[in-house]
Antibody, heavy 118, light 108 residues
Framework: EVQLVESGGALIQPGGSLRLSCAASGFTVSNNYISWVRQAPGRGLEWVSILSGGGTYYADSVKGRFTISKDNSKNTVYLQMNSLRAEDTAVYYC?????????????WGQGTLVTVSS | EVVMTQSPATLSVSPGERATLSCRASQSVSSSLAWYQQKPGQAPRLLIYGASTRATGIPARFSGSGSGTEFTLTISSLQSEDFAVYYCQQYNNWPPLTFGGGTKVEIK
């Protein structure tokens, strides 16, 4: 079965760091593009970052603080989040992008909750 | 950045009725548009891509249309399981990949 499973969400203080994991099964992350998308409580969807064939890209709201990476041997994508702020509080989903030219998110994980609060 | 605007924010519809949701892009995104359905406590689910192609397993009552800057998602006859929030998303000009603010379809 093709699926993504996130983990690593937690309650963290402002200024702290956290690493989220996204484990893939049924396909290999090395041959696919993977994004992180977040959803603040009661709000809409916000794209955060993508690991693509052309490199890594970030939303302006997280640039310089978040880093996306992957471990092909573990078939897992990570999101390292530093200097966390209250406004980073959200459910974080990882999602697979269909390869270009079509680029929609076809597979989503169940999400992991990150709460930034003192 | 391409800004996606959805309307209305909330749509009240009776079961069996037709629902029409709109999505507008701040600049042309060609046909590079997807629609997602999200139910409470669940991850989004892909419904439509390429503006009008249904994803695998999506019922025929869901249809998408439009190109350029104006798009529509139509649900021909609402079933109980269709009451949810719907998001459009463009992937023509990125980064960033951008979503609309969502339309909540509720029971009238």
């Amino acid at each position: 079965e093709v699926q993504l499973v996130e983990s690593g969400g937690a309650l963290i203080q402002p200024g702290g760091s956290l690493r989220l994991s996204c484990a893939a099964s049924g396909f290999t992350v090395s041959n696919n593009y993977i994004s992180w998308v977040r959803q603040a409580p009661g709000r809409g969807l916000e794209w955060v970052s993508i690991l693509s064939g052309g490199g890594t890209y970030y939303a302006d709201s997280v640039k310089g603080r978040f880093t996306i990476s992957k471990d092909n041997s573990k078939n897992t994508v990570y999101l390292q989040m530093n200097s966390l702020r209250a406004e980073d509080t959200a459910v974080y989903y990882c999602a697979r992008n269909v390869l270009p030219p079509m680029f929609q998110f076809d597979i989503w994980g169940q999400g992991t909750l990150v709460t930034v609060s003192s | 950045e391409v800004v996606m605007t959805q309307s209305p924010a909330t749509l009240s519809v009776s079961p069996g009725e037709r629902a029409t949701l709109s999505c507008r892009a701040s600049q042309s995104v060609s046909s590079s548009l997807a629609w997602y359905q999200q139910k409470p406590g669940q991850a989004p689910r892909l419904l439509i891509y390429g503006a009008s192609t249904r994803a695998t397993g999506i019922p025929a009552r869901f249809s998408g249309s439009g190109s350029g800057t104006e798009f529509t998602l139509t649900i021909s006859s609402l079933q109980s399981e269709d009451f949810a929030v719907y998001y459009c998303q463009q992937y023509n000009n990125w980064p960033p990949l951008t979503f609309g603010g969502g339309t909540k379809v509720e029971i009238k």
